[in-house]
Nanobody, 122 residues
Framework: QVQLVESGGGLVQSGGTLRLSCAAS????????MGWFRQAPGKEREFVAA????????DYADFVKGRFTISRDNPKNTVYLQMNSLKPEDTAVYSC???????????????WGQGTQVTVSS
């Protein structure tokens, strides 16, 4: 069992930065791949980024490549999403998830956090 709690969301101007954190409980965190997803009002949830258990493999949605960076600190049971050059269209609830592989499909993840709101003003 893994419990996930996101933090770091907020209101930021276009072009600004935020760093999201996802703190995990449980001693098996380092065995899980982690993903970030987002959901904007009226839209379906979409993949943002994923990272393998070791951090050696990462994957990004095309719309965040070059702007967002996913990383993890296994001793701290935490995964991060550094978001730079934010755009109004990045406004959404961002959620982290834990699964066996760093996949893009949400159904590959077994555990989910509650999410944190990111709002980017123009």
């Amino acid at each position: 069992q893994v419990q996930l709690v996101e933090s770091g969301g907020g209101l930021v101007q276009s072009g600004g930065t935020l760093r999201l954190s996802c703190a995990a409980s449980g001693r098996t965190f380092s065995s899980y791949a982690m993903g970030w997803f987002r959901q904007a009002p009226g839209k379906e949830r979409e993949f943002v980024a994923a990272i393998s258990w070791s951090g050696a493999l990462t994957d990004y949605a095309d719309f965040v490549k070059g702007r967002f960076t996913i990383s993890r600190d296994n001793p701290k049971n935490t995964v991060y999403l550094q978001m730079n050059s934010l755009k109004p269209e990045d406004t959404a609830v961002y959620s982290c998830a834990a699964g066996r592989v760093p996949a893009r499909g949400a159904n590959n993840y077994n555990y989910w956090g509650q999410g944190t709101q990111v709002t980017v003003s123009s």
